[in-house]
């Protein structure tokens, strides 16, 4: 029985977590939930999972359960847990992955963020803390899956993109589009912010930096290529030109139950079996760079380096936050992270002071740009 923390348990990850848990209730027990302000689902998990320790970040004085960002520390490190599985959004995510990779645990990482915003000193405790780094992020997962027992003759990853929404929209009502429309994901349903990622592409390119430290290879050998079915989860190449791939119906439950399990596997009745007729027709086009700028800002902070991609992230975060409050359009998502990265010059980002920093610089800057 290993014993697992769930960290956002109240999200869209967080919830397909505890749906992945309870089939297997032979080899994993919860042994503790955090949320962010749902105080209700919150209340109603720790009713049906017993956990040694729940903590409610943003609960506010009603709250009974133990607040405030520390709770997500002491989740994360818990001596009884040995899997975190890091499923909040956004920046407040880092500290526990730190955390957890320190003490030595496995984090099964949906919050790229964390991996984006301090890449090297996440990296840096994996090595540290003897803890291990499992991506929940489908087209990472389906890289492992591919990689796995076939190590060290990797030459170049093929990650595979939806395209979003707005994919075969005219670059003009692209500019224009909705809050609403942006919500409207074609195969995946997910949080709001990853939503809005998914569809001016940022996701992407945060994903290009997730692969670059997750797999150690330059950014000329982390192509994308979009996919609007989402069935092939991204793909492999190896030295001699052979290419393996991952593929299934679009479910965040395999990756989820995949990262607690690598490189072993379990039995899971409750995911959707492949069926390639179903599925119909796979096809592949460029990603259209033009016109979702945000792509190539995220990809060139990511080459970059130092604290690039940890601006990007921070302007990305608050321009989302604006859009998703109406008080930016779709199209100035683009200029305020271009803004922002323009004013920044690189630092290195070898200690947790510089990423801070620049994280806040970034922030502040991005809130100029809206005002
Ligand atoms: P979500 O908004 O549905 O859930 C976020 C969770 O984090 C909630 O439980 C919320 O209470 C909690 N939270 C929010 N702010 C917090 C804070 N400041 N401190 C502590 N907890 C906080 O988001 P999601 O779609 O589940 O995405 C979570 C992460 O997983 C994101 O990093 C996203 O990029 C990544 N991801 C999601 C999917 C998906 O299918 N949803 C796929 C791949 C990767
Ligand atoms: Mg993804």
Redesign the pocket.
């Known amino acids: 029985m290993r014993g697992v923390a769930v960290?956002?348990?109240?999200?869209?990850?967080?919830?397909?977590t505890l749906a992945v848990l309870a089939r297997q209730r032979d080899h994993f027990r919860v042994v503790a939930l955090?949320?962010?302000?749902?105080a209700s689902l919150l209340d109603a998990q720790r009713a049906e999972w017993s956990p040694v320790f729940a903590g409610l970040?943003?609960g506010g004085a009603a709250s009974t359960l133990p607040g405030g960002?520390e709770?997500?520390i002491e989740a994360a490190t818990h001596p009884s847990v040995d899997i975190v599985v890091?499923?909040?959004?956004?920046a407040?995510?880092l500290d526990a992955t730190l955390a957890a990779l320190r003490a030595g645990k496995r984090v099964a990482l949906?919050?790229?963020?964390s991996l984006v915003m301090a890449g090297e000193l996440v990296m840096e405790a994996v090595r540290l803390g003897g803890g291990e780094l499992v991506p929940?992020?489908?087209e990472h997962s389906a890289v492992l899956q591919c990689l796995t027992g076939h190590g060290g003759s990797l030459d170049r990853l093929i990650l595979t993109a939806s395209g979003g929404p707005f994919r075969e929209w005219p670059a003009e009502r692209v500019a224009a589009a909705t809050v609403e429309e942006a919500l409207r994901h074609p195969t995946?349903?997910?949080?709001?912010?990853?939503?809005v990622?998914s569809a001016t592409l940022a996701?992407k390119a945060?994903e290009v930096i997730e692969a670059h430290f997750l797999y150690g290879l330059p950014y000329d050998r982390i192509d994308v290529v979009v996919h609007p079915q989402s069935i092939v989860h991204s793909m492999v190449e190896f030295v001699d030109g052979s290419v393996l791939a991952q593929l299934g119906f679009p479910t965040?439950e395999l990756?989820i139950l995949y990262a607690l399990t690598h490189p072993q596997r379990l039995p899971d009745a409750g995911v959707p079996r492949f069926d390639p007729v179903g599925a119909g027709s796979l096809t592949f086009e460029p990603l259209r760079a033009a016109v979702f700028r945000t792509f190539g800002a995220g990809v060139a902070a990511g080459r970059a380096g130092g604290t690039a991609p940890t601006v990007f992230n921070a302007a990305n975060e608050v321009a989302v936050a604006a859009f998703l409050e109406r008080k930016l359009s779709f199209a100035r998502i683009s200029d305020t992270i271009e803004a922002v990265l323009d004013a920044h010059a690189p630092q290195p980002a070898v200690t947790l002071d510089a990423v801070r920093d620049a994280d806040h610089w970034a922030r502040a800057r991005a809130h100029e740009e809206l005002s």
């Open positions: 960290l956002g348990s109240t999200g869209s990850i967080g919830r397909s955090t949320a962010g302000r749902n970040v943003d960002p709770v997500l890091n499923a909040v959004v956004g407040a995510g949906a919050n790229k963020e929940i992020d489908s995946w349903s997910m949080g709001a912010k990853i939503t990622d996701n945060l965040m990756p």
